[in-house]
């Protein structure tokens, strides 16, 4: 019993980090094979090769190797065992299970003379044999014996059931008793403390190894007004950040001269939160400085500043989802009256497009296609010129206008400058286009109406229904690591689905969508309530690439009556569809409450008017 769970621990905790690494991809992931991508994964498999050879791995293999043991002591114990017999009467006397009492009687007695322990006193089992023949000649006689034997196994009737665990014989020896008593220690004193406090360690951590206390500031410092600016303010005060402090005085010069600077200072918290630790400035200029290109390269080698900023950048995916998943949850509880912060869709795309900033190297460079290899300012700009209205989406081969493969090449020896047959255009195409096939280009569409009916009234359902199509996904596959010129470590883009309204203001809702399938499917249903125009826009960004989100827009123009139509009984399902509030029913009463305030507006503009010409005698 015990093999059943040390074989699989023993292939998890010590086989698989032993022979594949702590560090295994995903043969399901697409993942971009350029040169620096394929680079940078195997450097981060050369890491993690021998990582597993710490303190933890010797401690498992200690305890599994223990437990190990003890299975060969007790099969060395278990093998020198003899298997009991089965006690079988009609076996033991040596007739047919259908014997007649007269024939279980005659075999009874030629047995008990043959096995009496008088005529064998030189075979120890005499009496035991004796006795077990005797039991089977009762047990076939008696009728009520032999029922119960029948039904039970016992000539008494039912019995009692008790589990019992045999341990070997060793164990109570006094020989042993130290080694015994030592490795009791061990286990109870040393090694269930140690798992117990390493499991609540491990509960305490959010997303990535991100402390809990992290999630708790975020949703404290996340507002409707969240500005772009004020996201490294708000990193600064995770637990992560905090523990970056000035440790010399060369380090303090650094961060002089980086918050002089005028493209860090509108980053530098002006007001102090009483109820947040004091503001660290030493992250929020390393971070600033790093996005916009401002660190020489000196000072990096200064103190801890060079391994601050990894650090920073390992943790930043992890702190923005968390960023992200929080606005999210006030968006849902203001919808749900449980808050008065309003999130507005703005709210949601700056956290997304600064992620998007930090992944594509920064506020320096921020042209879309500076994201493929070997293109810097002066060949986007190229490139641009020569592409015309033709954006990074189509570029890539995806949209109305999309590029072929022949078109890119074309296109980027006008960038280059150089002939179609130049060997260095072909080596510099040939790493854009492994980028450009590994990047996860998506087509959005987005529809909305009555089922089976070419028009909507108050009162009919309303189906909102947005499809998410991988465009170079195969069935199965996923998309892989983030390819980044400028981020150094290794990380899985998301997609968002926003739906909002034409100005991007309003948040009917917000959704992250799984990346397990090629395509994906949202719906949303609601009855509708009022006539009049109602219009969507859904907005699909993702956090690690700019230059393809995709944006669509829907309008339904619905009826106070039906003009030609029966009269639609709808399902138990339907009804209950709708009963709870979602994005649909949220983007109406949004509608609703600006038709609401601009007539508002106009009463009060009315009443001012009339005010005045009062006052002058008219």
Same mark, same amino acid.
């Given at each position: 019993?015990?093999?059943?769970?040390?074989?699989?621990?023993?292939?998890?905790?010590?086989?698989?980090?032993?022979?594949?690494?702590?560090?295994?991809?995903?043969?399901?992931?697409?993942?971009?094979?350029?040169?620096?991508?394929?680079?940078?994964?195997?450097?981060?498999?050369?890491?993690?090769?021998?990582?597993?050879?710490?303190?933890?791995?010797?401690?498992?293999?200690?305890?599994?190797?223990?437990?190990?043991?003890?299975?060969?002591?007790?099969?060395?114990?278990?093998?020198?065992?003899?298997?009991?017999?089965?006690?079988?009467?009609?076996?033991?006397?040596?007739?047919?299970?259908?014997?007649?009492?007269?024939?279980?009687?005659?075999?009874?007695?030629?047995?008990?003379?043959?096995?009496?322990?008088?005529?064998?006193?030189?075979?120890?089992?005499?009496?035991?044999?004796?006795?077990?023949?005797?039991?089977?000649?009762?047990?076939?006689?008696?009728?009520?014996?032999?029922?119960?034997?029948?039904?039970?196994?016992?000539?008494?009737?039912?019995?009692?059931?008790?589990?019992?665990?045999?341990?070997?014989?060793?164990?109570?020896?006094?020989?042993?008793?130290?080694?015994?008593?030592?490795?009791?220690?061990?286990?109870?004193?040393?090694?269930?403390?140690?798992?117990?406090?390493?499991?609540?360690?491990?509960?305490?951590?959010?997303?990535?190894?991100?402390?809990?206390?992290?999630?708790?500031?975020?949703?404290?410092?996340?507002?409707?007004?969240?500005? *772009? /600016?004020? &996201?490294?303010?708000?990193? #600064? %005060? +995770?637990?992560?950040?905090?523990?970056?402090?000035?440790?010399?005085? @060369?380090?303090?010069?650094?961060?002089?001269?980086?918050?002089?600077?005028?493209?860090?200072?509108?980053?530098?918290?002006?007001?102090?939160?009483?109820?947040?630790?004091?503001?660290?400035?030493?992250?929020?200029?390393?971070?600033?400085?790093?996005?916009?290109?401002?660190?020489?390269?000196?000072?990096?080698?200064?103190?801890?500043?060079?391994?601050?900023?990894?650090?920073?950048?390992?943790?930043?995916?992890?702190?923005?989802?968390?960023?992200?998943?929080?606005?999210?949850?006030?968006?849902?509880?203001?919808?749900?009256?449980?808050?008065?912060?309003?999130?507005? *869709? /703005?709210? &949601?795309?700056?956290?997304? #497009? %600064? +992620?998007?900033?930090?992944?594509?190297?920064?506020?320096?460079?921020? @042209?879309?296609?500076?994201?493929?290899?070997?293109?810097?300012?002066?060949?986007?700009?190229?490139?641009?010129?020569?592409?015309?209205?033709?954006?990074?989406?189509?570029?890539?081969?995806?949209?109305?206008?999309?590029?072929?493969?022949?078109?890119?090449?074309?296109?980027?020896?006008?960038?280059?400058?150089?002939?179609?047959?130049?060997?260095?255009?072909?080596?510099?195409?040939?790493?854009?286009?492994?980028?450009?096939?590994?990047?996860?280009?998506?087509?959005?569409?987005?529809?909305?109406?009555?089922?089976?009916?070419?028009?909507?009234?108050?009162?009919?359902?309303?189906?909102?229904?947005?499809?998410?199509?991988?465009?170079?996904?195969?069935?199965?596959?996923?998309?892989?690591?983030?390819?980044?010129?400028?981020?150094?470590?290794?990380?899985?883009?998301?997609?968002?689905?926003?739906?909002?309204?034409?100005?991007?203001?309003?948040?009917?809702?917000?959704?992250?969508?799984?990346?397990?399938?090629?395509?994906?499917?949202?719906?949303?249903?609601?009855?509708?309530?009022?006539?009049?125009?109602?219009?969507?826009?859904?907005?699909?960004?993702?956090?690690?690439?700019?230059?393809?989100?995709?944006?669509?827009?829907?309008?339904?123009?619905?009826?106070?009556?039906?003009?030609?139509?029966?009269?639609?009984?709808?399902?138990?399902?339907?009804?209950?569809?709708?009963?709870?509030?979602?994005?649909?029913?949220?983007?109406?009463?949004?509608?609703?409450?600006?038709?609401?305030?601009?007539?508002?507006?106009?009463?009060?503009?009315?009443?001012?008017?009339?005010?005045?010409?009062?006052?002058?005698?008219?």
């Amino acid at each position: 019993m015990l093999n059943v769970v040390l074989i699989p621990a023993t292939y998890n905790l010590i086989i698989k980090p032993v022979v594949f690494g702590e560090f295994t991809v995903d043969s399901r992931m697409k993942n971009c094979q350029c040169q620096q991508c394929v680079g940078r994964l195997e450097a981060r498999r050369k890491k993690y090769a021998y990582s597993w050879l710490n303190g933890q791995f010797f401690v498992h293999l200690f305890v599994l190797a223990f437990f190990w043991y003890m299975c060969y002591v007790c099969f060395e114990v278990v093998k020198d065992i003899e298997p009991l017999k089965q006690f079988i009467p009609h076996e033991l006397l040596g007739v047919a299970a259908d014997a007649t009492p007269a024939q279980v009687k005659k075999a009874y007695r030629k047995l008990s003379r043959e096995k009496h322990p008088d005529k064998n006193p030189d075979n120890p089992e005499a009496v035991n044999e004796f006795i077990q023949i005797t039991k089977a000649y009762t047990i076939l006689t008696d009728e009520k014996a032999r029922d119960n034997f029948i039904k039970y196994g016992n000539p008494d009737g039912k019995g009692s059931f008790a589990v019992g665990i045999a341990l070997p014989n060793w164990l109570h020896d006094k020989q042993y008793q130290l080694q015994v008593l030592l490795a009791f220690f061990i286990i109870v004193v040393i090694i269930i403390p140690y798992y117990f406090v390493k499991t609540i360690n491990k509960s305490q951590k959010d997303i990535g190894g991100i402390e809990l206390e992290t999630r708790k500031k975020m949703t404290m410092l996340v507002d409707e007004n969240l500005e *772009a /600016k004020r &996201i490294p303010g708000i990193l #600064q %005060f +995770s637990e992560e950040f905090q523990r970056m402090v000035v440790i010399s005085e @060369d380090e303090l010069n650094v961060c002089k001269r980086l918050k002089s600077l005028e493209e860090v200072r509108p980053y530098i918290p002006k007001l102090k939160n009483p109820k947040l630790p004091e503001i660290q400035v030493k992250p929020i200029v390393l971070l600033v400085a790093h996005m916009h290109g401002l660190l020489r390269k000196e000072e990096l080698k200064i103190g801890k500043i060079e391994e601050n900023i990894e650090e920073m950048l390992k943790a930043f995916p992890s702190l923005i989802d968390v960023m992200i998943e929080q606005t999210m949850m006030l968006s849902q509880m203001f919808r749900m009256g449980r808050s008065q912060r309003r999130i507005f *869709a /703005k709210t &949601i795309l700056t956290q997304i #497009q %600064f +992620s998007q900033n930090l992944m594509s190297g920064g506020f320096k460079n921020k @042209d879309h296609f500076s994201q493929l290899p070997y293109l810097g300012e002066n060949e986007c700009a190229r490139l641009k010129q020569h592409l015309g209205k033709k954006n990074f989406y189509s570029f890539c081969g995806a949209g109305k206008t999309a590029l072929t493969q022949e078109d890119r090449v074309e296109a980027l020896s006008k960038a280059f400058g150089c002939s179609r047959d130049a060997p260095e255009l072909k080596r510099k195409s040939e790493e854009i286009e492994k980028v450009v096939e590994a990047l996860p280009l998506v087509k959005l569409t987005m529809e909305a109406g009555v089922t089976g009916e070419e028009e909507a009234c108050v009162g009919d359902v309303l189906t909102c229904k947005m499809t998410v199509e991988f465009l170079k996904l195969n069935d199965g596959q996923r998309t892989g690591y983030v390819h980044s010129k400028e981020y150094p470590f290794l990380r899985r883009d998301n997609w968002f689905l926003i739906i909002t309204d034409e100005q991007m203001l309003g948040l009917a809702a917000v959704e992250k969508i799984p990346l397990n399938d090629r395509v994906y499917v949202k719906e949303f249903k609601e009855r509708i309530q009022r006539s009049g125009r109602i219009s969507f826009t859904c907005v699909l960004v993702n956090d690690s690439y700019r230059g393809l989100d995709q944006v669509q827009k829907v309008e339904v123009n619905v009826l106070e009556q039906p003009t030609n139509r029966e009269t639609i009984e709808y399902s138990k399902f339907d009804l209950k569809e709708i009963r709870a509030l979602n994005p649909v029913q949220a983007a109406m009463i949004d509608q609703a409450n600006e038709d609401t305030e601009s007539d508002e507006e106009g009463d009060d503009e009315a009443a001012e008017l009339r005010k005045k010409l009062a006052s002058a005698g008219l």
